[in-house]
């Protein structure tokens, strides 16, 4: 097992990183001082796959259980749904003091994260992420949310759990897709702050790929070892974790331009190399780093180029996003591999000019 810490003064936390690690969740919940009774918020392939080993290791443990069901995908961000969780949860006496876990993907982190955040002014909340991007991304730094008025993460707060336990053993029933989804911010992990990450990623890509037990415990603690370095040095946002948008400020305009038919690994991909591009247009990130960033992009089976998108659109979706001010548009740049740097003074034709080629 590995461990993170993830250094936030009174909210400081560990991460739990291996493979197996969700048969022993009852355990290391009571060695962190929880008894009694707990709430786990999944959904239904989730919970058909892994929740029975959640559940044999809870009980067995000695805590009384409720298992909430939410169905799945992106629409249960929602207040609504949050709205019959709170129900749902009165309805089966939690307290102040009942622990949420979040057994699941970025969906089930983020919507049973502003669950716990929000009722009764706050219950305990532990992250069980078991997708690769909820691993290596989503599940750490306590940013909780749901959508509203088709805005994604509209309303949201920060609030961090008192434990995240990641099992790489439940990445084995994720489809590769689901995989390369994960790799993609696995690799921005690299790009903005680990040379020797990257490195590591770019070397044991098959292993990786293959689903091998060391390969993904190593990727699973190289990356939320980085995002927990960022979100300490910044846990609300004000700057520094700006670093982690890398391969956002394109990558969200070919999300919503694309109607969500782009996924959003793939997206931060495209992203991440057009920004490459624009540096290396700039003059500032080298022409074989780049073929190394577009070389491991497309290894990790995700796409290094440019969905056929209108460019306008694209633009238009970047000025809405307000990633545009005065004619200029604000970036996270690689300097080289393992260093970004952030720029307001991009200009529209240069980043026009990237997207077409
Ligand atoms: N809070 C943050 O900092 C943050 C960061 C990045 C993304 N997000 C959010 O994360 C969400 C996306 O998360 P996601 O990509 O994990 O998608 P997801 O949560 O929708 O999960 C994708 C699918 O995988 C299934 N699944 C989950 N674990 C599985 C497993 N082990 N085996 C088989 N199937 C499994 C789920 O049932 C679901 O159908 C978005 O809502 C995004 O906004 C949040």
Redesign the pocket.
Known sequence: MRKVRVRLGKNSYNILIGSGLLAQTGQLLKEIGFSDKLVVIT????NR??GGTLKQSLTGSGFKISILEVP???EQ?SLETAGRLYHELTAVYAERTTPILAL???????LA?FVAATYMRGVPLIQL???L??QV?????G???VDHDNL??KIGVFYQPRLAISDTA??K???PR?IS??LA?AIKHGVIRDREYFDYIETNLDEIRALGDRALERVVFGSARIKAAVVAEDELDFGLRNVLNFGHTIGHAVESVSEFMVD?GQAVAVGMLAAARISNKLGIFDGNELVRLKGLIERAGLPAEMPGLDIEKIMQSMEHDKKIVQGKIKFILPRSIGEVFITDDVSLSLVKQVLAE
Do not use: C, M, R, Y
């Not at 959904?43 to 989730?46: E, F, G, L």
């Not at 699941?104 to 983020?110: A, E, N, R, Y």
């Open positions: 959904d239904p392939t989730v796959l892994h799945e995908g992106e961000k699941g993907g970025g969906v089930i982190g983020d994260g992420p078991t997708t991007l909820a991304d989503s599940s750490i730094g940013k909780v949310a994604k993460n439940t990445l029933t994720l489809t689901e989804d994960g911010e959003h």
